[in-house]
């Protein structure tokens, strides 16, 4: 599974439409056959920085997905919006997608 994270520090003034301008991008990413997950999480520190976590079955479908007509519409209007570069961690790990956390689990009512 190909696992990637990206910050995206987007302009102040255009933080409060960032999920909004994502979510064709989003929607249309998710429906790839080969999209494990796909999740945007806002900075609790930042409130202009926001967080993608997204995974793909193989590197093929990565590269499908990086090749598509959506990603390639999102990478032209993003830099009009972010405010510095994206900061991306990107590597193959083991598995298909989450798995449970072994040292937590909630207790019995």
Request: no cysteine; net charge negative.
């Amino acid at each position: 599974m190909i696992f990637i994270v990206v910050k995206f520090t987007v302009r102040p003034d255009r933080g409060a439409d960032w999920l909004s301008l994502v979510d064709e991008f989003t929607r249309a990413t998710r429906r790839e056959p080969g999209n494990v997950f796909f999740e945007w999480s806002t900075s609790v520190d930042n409130p202009d920085q926001f967080v993608l976590v997204e995974a793909f079955a193989s590197a093929e479908a990565g590269e499908l997905h990086v090749n598509s007509d959506h990603f390639r519409t999102a990478m032209a209007w993003m830099p009009e919006v972010i405010a510095g570069t994206p900061e991306i961690i990107n590597t193959e790990v083991p598995g298909t997608g989450w798995g449970e956390m072994a040292e937590l689990a909630p207790r019995d009512a």
